[in-house]
């Protein structure tokens, strides 16, 4: 890993920067919109507009997002110092997107790409907390190797990945580039499987990715049964065979760990839910941050549960300012508790 003041950032992360664009609708209107519940799916730019002008008359919230974004942002709010590469539209919202990621403290390696608007995500959360995307990625998908450069990677103690960019062609291409400065520079690698859909439509490369290049992987119940054809235990067994570190997240069951012969069951932390958008993004966020600090995978685990526990009594995907409190004071507990 090299020496630690070798290291400008802990954890660098790469994804899709987009804006979400969070509205409470009921299932009838997901219906309307040929969207299945709990479901990511990609929109073009018509479909957009279309949606757009579906849902005008109800009440918005934007804010920065994506999944790796949003890890990231999780992991800054603990302590990590982290910095996020991805590519943003020439326009008001890639500056937007820019500044609010400089002002929570994030470092934004950011390309604006010219005549592409920046990636947003329409976010509907349904009654039950349930979250559906409809993502038009934008400029996220323009993403090219040469906009990644090497001292963007190799000061880096963990780069964070996220499955969904493994899919396209030209952000595999960067993504791989990308991993490769990672490898090199002896930088740990983490992914996130993302989606079970997505899986199932790439398990053959992910399985490769994964056993060659990965060292730590996050997959929620869902996705963990889609990539082992398993379920919980016995899946966070085959996904630990290929890596250093296994984590399967069970939503209100809490999460499973496994690194080696160590095995951890981790207590979910009870909240009123308000969304359940990001929680699996801060719980990445609160196991990287762990690992950084020199936790145990008991407490990583431990402190990723309540992180990611705030972000489901928030509602939006990152940490609502009501919390700010509780983060700082996970914060501190971090900074005793490591070695």
């Known amino acids: ?30 219906s309307k ?12 730019k018509d479909e957009s507009l279309s949606i757009a002008k579906e ?52 470092t934004p390696f ?29 400029a996220a998908n323009t993403l090219e190797k040469e906009h990644i450069k090497e001292d963007q990677i190799k000061d880096a103690k963990f780069f964070h990945i996220e499955a969904y960019q493994l899919e396209d062609p030209l952000l595999c291409r960067a993504l791989f580039h990308a991993i490769a400065i990672a490898k090199d520079a002896k930088t740990k690698i983490s992914l996130d499987l993302s989606d079970a859909a997505l899986i199932n439509r790439n398990k053959i490369l992910f399985t490769d990715v994964i056993c060659e290049h ?41 999460s499973l760990i496994k690194s080696g012969e160590e095995i951890c069951k981790i207590s979910p932390c009870s909240v009123d839910i308000e969304n359940t958008n990001g929680a699996g993004d801060m719980y990445a966020a609160g196991i990287l941050h762990g690992l950084v600090k020199g936790l145990s995978l008991r407490e990583a685990g431990e402190l990723a549960s309540h992180a990611s526990s705030l972000v489901v009594a928030s509602p939006g995907a990152r940490i609502h300012e009501k919390h700010l409190d509780s983060i700082q004071k996970l914060k501190k507990e971090s900074v005793k508790t490591g070695h």
């Open 214 to 254: 990965v060292d730590v992987v996050f997959a929620n119940e869902d996705e963990a049964r889609e990539f082992t054809g398993k379920d919980n235990e016995e899946a966070l067994d085959y996904i630990a065979k290929m890596c250093d570190v296994a984590v399967v997240k069970l939503g209100e069951k809490g």
């Open 33 to 44: 919109m040929n969207l299945k519940k709990g479901s990511m799916k990609l929109i073009s």
């Open 55 to 106: 849902t005008a008359q109800i009440k918005k919230r934007v804010s920065p997002g994506g999944s790796s974004a949003n890890t990231i942002s999780g992991a800054n709010a603990l302590g990590t110092e982290t910095g996020f590469i991805g590519a943003v539209g020439d326009d008001e919202y890639g500056e937007l997107y820019k500044k609010q990621t400089e002002d929570e403290g994030v």
């Open 1 to 30: 890993m090299g020496k630690k003041t070798s290291r400008r950032h802990d954890v660098i992360g790469i994804g899709s920067p987009l804006l979400d664009i969070v509205m409470q609708v009921d299932e009838d209107t997901l």
């Open 110 to 138: 950011l390309h604006h790409q010219e005549e592409s608007v920046t990636g947003h995500a329409f976010t509907f959360i349904t009654p039950d907390g349930e979250r559906t995307f409809a993502t038009h990625l934008g």
